[in-house]
């Protein structure tokens, strides 16, 4: 099959290759197991991976690690070389005992490299589950990592509040425009930190007030519509400069959810505890694998509620060709874009 394929460090656009490269099979994944940068094999003290599904593709989101997997600015070394991709849907041709109940069915699930969804056949792991009822397929290639890491940074780790005032950094992108969604249905006041004329008025479209940051001091401007004041929670998907001015808005006792590194890591203020700021971390995969999977249905069942009574919808802005990939990375890489970018797979591997 033609799959999508990192072999060396540098750009999307000059080091992403449409490689031929085998179908995974049980036997492939058999000896298996999970570590923080994907598959490797099973040795001392390393149990075999045994919760995935092989996958036919059908569509694949595109997302900030891949392009940060290929630069080798992501924060875990990932062997090479990979297929990319880190999410999609499609169709359950094989799997584990415990997921062949999903034979046949069309599920969403989180893919783990080398074996990524920029493939026409992936495998899916942990997060896994069908296609909510209604929901299209470019819908469900763009929902499941963005949704369910907002939800476990705004509400289960970060305790957004009805009443408590949030800033949202990168409130345009896949994760933020999730967040922003996630912290208005729980009657927060939302105020949306974005790039651009085109990225305000799309998260004025989620019911965010908004914050341009290329016309000027946006802490300053956060401010003015706070009245002065500070602010209960900065949701942080960006990090970097931006993220750590952002200290200054949050009122004695504030929280600072750090979500993401969009804008690369620093290091922190270490006077932060002087205000009784708490600074949060989020990570899905921190977890016991027991606890991440209670905590996937848990999310999934507060979702599925939401999007049904229309308060939540997987933020799909973009579909681009198979060979449109790299481009559309590179687009991405430089926030060029708006909500999730999804990928139709072609069904034989051909572009």
Known sequence: MKAWRVHDFGEPKDRFVLDEV????????????????????????????DDWVIMRMEMAALALP???MCRGTYPVPVVRPYVSGQEGVGIVEDAVPSRRHLLGKRVVACTIQPWGSLAPVAVGVSMIFEVPEGMSSEQAAGYLIASHTAHHAAIRRGGVASGETVVALGAAGGLGSAIVQLCVAQGARVIAVVGGAEKAAFCRGLGAEVV???????????RQLVGGGGVDVVMDPVQGEMGAVSDGLLVPGGRRVLCGHAGGLIPHDPDF???????????LGGYPRETMRQFHLETQDVLTRLMAEGRYRPTVERRVAFDEVPAALEDLGARRTIGRVVVEIPQHGGI
């Open 22 to 49: 085998p179908e995974p099979t049980p036997a492939a994944l058999a000896g298996m197991s999970m570590g923080l940068g994907g598959w490797i094999p099973a040795g001392p003290g390393l149990e075999p991976f």
């Open 212 to 222: 341009d940051h290329t016309e000027g001091d946006y802490v300053a401007a956060v």
């Open 273 to 283: 505890y002087l205000d009784n700021h708490s600074l949060v971390g989020v990570d």
């Open 66 to 68: 891949d392009v940060t």
